[in-house]
């Protein structure tokens, strides 16, 4: 009785969800032969965010334009295609947005100096506290 | 009825709360100390009514009333009932409640068991926390009402999110709450302390107990979180750097430096002004991680119900407390003197630079989250993720560990360089060992990050245990022991995450039952796919076999589950856990020609992470429980001497 | 040094509470725009989606009359509610090109029999690549193609009553 339950519920589940109906594109879920390659397309992948989705990586996505997009990247580094040239068509289309990567824009420098400029001020209160102990 | 119940207790509480405040305020300020003997039973009443409160919202959901419109909007009569209960809290306006009793019923500790402070700053401290809250009832009930009724009252309810309804949440958020608003307690305190400039040892000996408390907690709620995101989720990730996940890890480095600076205020009276500052800033952190996960400025993975208005509300809330402290704060903290004095080379020393690295941490993951905000402002998007969060936290909490070696060896107020070294030589030489061991094995095979935390993290574990060699181990008192195994704790979870970075391995493959899939040592054997269904659910299911080396084979069920309100599908992934790992199998979509997805992880040593979680925070429920006792014999031990010397 | 370091921590509160404060105003906007927008329309080829209009490609576009390309899917239920709007285009004079997201044939002539065919051509991208390399984020979407083939306006969301004006106006002065 619980499969015929089951097995209703999975044929009137389905128009509710208002998606693609088609399967995945061929590489979305297939990794490529050679691992060197499939690990570049992998660390790529890490780091491109997801367009329908809250906050995902697309690595770490089940949308279907993800897939797709995990496709189109396996099957261009498989022609030989580099990841940063990939990575710079998609910011071309979506803007930094679309890479969790910081670029090196200047709009992104103070991300990148902030480590610096916070160790220093820490360097500088330790400083500042051997220099009382000395005085004292 | 008991929805109004609910709702009357609720403004009781408050009502009381702003006497409460009321009668600290008068009492010390007017000098009217008389009306100070009432402000802590006036604390045990508001902590009552307010769960009182909470305990009837429970009954509501329990019930599944579906004239209460949150309710409704949350719950389902068909939910098995775990999910109705923990289901109370899956929800803005709940879990905001929670956080109001959970204030509430710390503040009533507080004023029922806290005996060591001065009179004055026990009223000042719970004049602060009654402030607090107050903001926060009002939050409650102008415009977040629990207990608002819905006319006509529904047929049913629209069901709880589907990712929600996991053993985790009846744990998760409770005790991530618990932790958070724990800390309102020690924001309390140094408010408490600022206003009556006793900011000395014996105050940071009375906040002790309460900071460790929620600190512990807020561990085991970060540690559970990660581990119910890494299994739900689906995709083998235990931490995103996602903002309401950031938004739980500052309050915690903030309560983790806090910590260890109250220790060091406690027994050697300096660190005065960096422990109230740091209390001040844990519960800040608390703050701004609530208004950030509410008011829908960020988007997130885990995102609540989310309101600008409420937002809005929130960000006044922390305008008033934190802009409130930070000002008492700059106003009042050059009164507080100088601690003791202490030497360049010396363990206070170390803390400093403890305390140093952990803001420097928590600075840039506030400043990394809040980034894309801040170029928003000027219309340009981006995000900021994991590759700049491993990039910049990993190789700053690397150092830190190193201090962690560092740190307990070296001696209190004064030592010397050389000795220091000495004491080191052994887990150097055993970190040098496996940096030379790990280079031979795996060199340009795996990334410098990962490496080197593993060569840290064994560094570590035998540092941690350094403090323990040459002692008597049965008279070591038990906060020791406390802060080995957190170490220790640290250690073991580095190591964890290493490994999962550097060594796991991943298949995908389209395969057809019947097929055998081969993986990192693993032999796994697709036998069928079969629809079933659950309480609420009805769900794809793969059984599948997996066995090692010949071994016995084990029953592996992932499923695709899909539910009916709200229609959503999640996956549930099958776990594996062996001594050296965990296998980790998805089920995937139905790809052409009858083969199914299917995605398989082997994570070496992946376990480590959350078990080295817990032993951190048993590490401080020891450090907590020694402290304790320690005190208890003190006050015997002196209460012996005052009778016989009578 | 040290009075400097005391209010540091307010200040820094001052700045991020402004920050926050600007982020409440600020009103929230979680469309992902293309950044080809005043660009040339990329190179693209595709395959016929309807059994009763011609295949799409770019060089169908920079004829000198400006184009409106509609992305779309049969599986899009706000795309079913842009259709009425389209077909006042129409009716208007615009000539509409589409191109059918993650679709197949059959799916896409019912969705036109059913809510009206205002194309005069439609492409069919079955693994969205000419989606992303347009730099759209989802269905439906509209660009203004002007009649030198560059992309002069995005539209993302469905078309409404009250954006057809809007729209009608663009592709006049998108020449």
Same mark, same amino acid.
């Given at each position: 009785m619980r499969v015929v339950v089951a097995l209703l519920a999975l044929m009137l589940s389905?128009? *509710?969800?208002?998606?693609?109906a088609l399967p995945p594109a061929p590489y979305a879920d297939r990794q490529i032969e050679d691992p060197a390659l499939e690990k570049k397309a992998r660390t790529l992948m890490e780091t491109i965010r997801c367009?329908?989705?809250?906050?995902?990586?697309i690595a770490d996505s089940n949308a279907s334009m993800a897939g797709d997009l995990r496709s189109q990247i396996r099957e261009r580094i498989m022609a030989g295609e580099q990841p940063e040239h990939i990575r710079a068509w998609l910011i071309e289309r979506?803007?930094?947005? *679309?890479?969790? =990567?910081?670029?090196? =824009?200047p709009i992104l420098w103070p991300l990148w100096a902030a480590p610096l400029v916070l160790l220093g001020l820490g360097l500088l209160l330790l400083r500042g506290r051997i220099k009382r102990k000395r005085r004292s | 009825m008991i929805a109004e119940a609910g709702l009357a207790a609720l403004w009781l509480a408050a009502s009381l709360a702003l006497l409460q405040l009321a009668l600290a305020a008068i009492g010390l300020a007017g000098g009217? $100390?008389? %009306? %100070?003997?009432a402000v802590r039973p006036v604390a045990v009443a508001q902590g009552v009514l307010t769960a009182t409160a909470f305990v009837l919202l429970i009954a509501l959901f329990l019930r599944s009333d579906m004239s209460v419109l949150l309710v409704v909007t +949350? $719950? &389902? $009569?068909?939910?098995p009932w775990l999910y109705k209960f923990a289901g109370t809290w899956g929800n803005h306006e709940g879990s905001m409640l929670l956080w109001v009793t959970v204030m509430g019923v710390a503040g009533a500790a507080v004023a029922l068991?806290?005996? !060591? #402070?001065?009179r004055e700053t026990h009223m000042a401290t719970l004049g602060g926390q009654a402030a607090i809250s107050l903001g926060f009832y009002a939050f409650l009930l102008?415009? $977040? +009402?629990?207990?608002a009724r819905i006319?006509?009252? !529904?047929?049913?309810g629209q069901g709880l999110n589907p990712l929600l309804q996991d053993p985790g949440l009846a744990f998760h958020p409770p005790t991530l709450y618990l932790g958070y608003v724990g800390l309102s307690v020690a924001f309390s305190f140094a408010v408490g302390a600022l206003l009556t400039r006793q900011v000395d040892a014996a105050f940071a000996r009375a906040m002790r107990p309460w900071v460790l408390g929620a600190w512990i907690l807020l561990t085991l709620g970060i540690t559970a979180g990660s581990y119910w995101a890494y299994y739900e #989720?689906?995709?083998?990730?235990?931490?995103?750097?996602d903002p309401v996940e950031n938004a739980s890890l500052m309050p915690w480095l903030a309560a983790t430096a806090l910590l260890h600076s109250v220790t060091v205020l406690a027994?050697?009276? /300096?660190l005065r002004a960096w422990t109230v500052m740091l209390a001040v800033v844990a519960f800040s952190m608390s703050m701004v991680g609530t208004f950030l996960v509410r008011s829908g400025i960020l988007t997130s993975? &885990? !995102?609540? /119900?989310?309101d600008p208005e409420r937002g809005t509300f929130i960000l006044a809330l922390l305008g008033i407390y934190i802009g409130g402290a930070l000002a008492l704060f700059g106003w009042?903290?050059? !009164?507080v003197r100088e601690g003791a004095p202490f030497e360049l080379v010396s363990r206070e020393t170390m803390l400093v630079v403890n305390n140093l690295l952990l803001s420097v941490i928590l600075g840039l993951v506030l400043i990394g989250t809040l980034y894309p905000l801040l170029t928003e402002a000027f219309g340009h998007k981006v995000s900021v993720g994991a590759p700049y969060f491993d990039r910049i936290a990993g190789p700053i909490a690397l150092g830190l560990m190193l201090v962690m070696i560092l740190g307990p060896l070296t001696r209190w107020r004064r030592d010397r360089m050389r000795e220091v070294s000495r004491r080191m030589m052994v887990p150097l030489a055993v970190g040098g060992l496996v940096f030379l061991t790990l280079a031979a094995l795996v060199w340009e095979r795996i990334g410098i990050l990962p490496f080197l935390g593993l060569v840290i993290a064994l560094a570590v574990a035998v540092g941690s245990v350094a403090? #323990?060699?040459?002692?008597n181990l049965r008279r070591t008192p038990l906060f020791t022991w406390g802060m080995v195994i957190a170490h220790l704790g640290c250690a073991v979870s580095l190591a964890g995450m290493a490994c999962d970075s550097a060594f796991t391995v991943e298949k995908l493959v389209a395969a057809r039952p019947g097929d055998t899939v081969e993986t990192a040592g693993w032999t796994l054997r697709f036998k069928q796919i079969l629809p079933i269904a659950g309480d609420n659910w009805t769900a794809l299911q793969a059984d599948m076999e997996a066995s090692r080396d010949g071994g016995e084979p084990v029953l592996l069920h992932p499923q695709s589950r899909f539910f009916a309100s709200p229609p959503t599908t999640t996956t549930e992934a099958a776990l594996l856990t062996r001594w050296n790992g965990q296998l980790y199998v998805v089920l995937g979509q139905e790809a052409d020609e009858g083969r199914w997805q299917l995605r398989i992880w082997w994570k070496p040593f992946v376990t480590l992470i959350w078990f080295g979680g817990f032993l951190i925070a048993l590490g401080g429920a020891l450090a907590l429980v020694g402290r304790e006792r320690r005190g208890w014999l003190l006050k015997w031990r002196a209460r012996k001497a005052m009778e016989s010397a009578a | 040094m040290r009075k400097l370091l005391i209010w540091l921590p307010l200040a820094l509160f001052l700045g991020f509470f402004g920050l926050f404060a600007s982020g409440l105003l600020r009103p929230d906007d979680r469309i992902i725009s293309s950044?080809?927008?005043g660009k040339s329309l990329p190179v693209f080829v595709l395959p016929a989606a309807a059994s009763d209009r011609p295949p799409l490609s770019?060089?169908?576009?920079?004829?000198g009359k400006p184009r409106l390309l509609n992305i779309f899917a049969s599986w899009c239920v706000p795309c079913a509610a842009e259709a009425p709007q389209l077909l006042a285009l129409r009716q208007a004079g615009v000539e509409i090109d589409a191109i059918a997201i993650r679709d197949a044939r059959p799916d896409v002539d019912a969705f036109l029999k059913r809510y009206g065919n205002p194309y005069a051509r439609v492409g069919l991208d079955a693994r969205s690549e000419v989606q992303i390399a347009l730099g759209s984020s989802g269905v439906p979407e509209s660009f203004i193609i002007d009649g030198k083939g560059r992309i002069a306006y995005q539209h993302v969301g469905d078309i409404r009553e009250d954006d057809v004006p809007m729209i009608l106006d663009r592709l006049r002065s998108a020449q």
């Open positions: 389905a128009p *509710v969800f208002a998606q693609s367009l329908t989705c809250q906050s995902q990586s979506y803007g930094d947005w *679309v890479s969790y =990567e910081p670029t090196a =824009e | 009217k $100390s008389e %009306l %100070l003997g +949350n $719950s &389902h $009569s068909m939910k068991f806290e005996r !060591a #402070l001065r102008f415009a $977040s +009402n629990p207990f006319d006509p009252p !529904a047929a049913d #989720l689906g995709w083998g990730g235990w931490w995103f750097w027994t050697r009276d /300096a993975v &885990h !995102a609540f /119900a989310v009042r903290v050059g !009164a403090p #323990l060699w040459k002692r | 950044k080809l927008v770019s060089t169908e576009f920079a004829t």
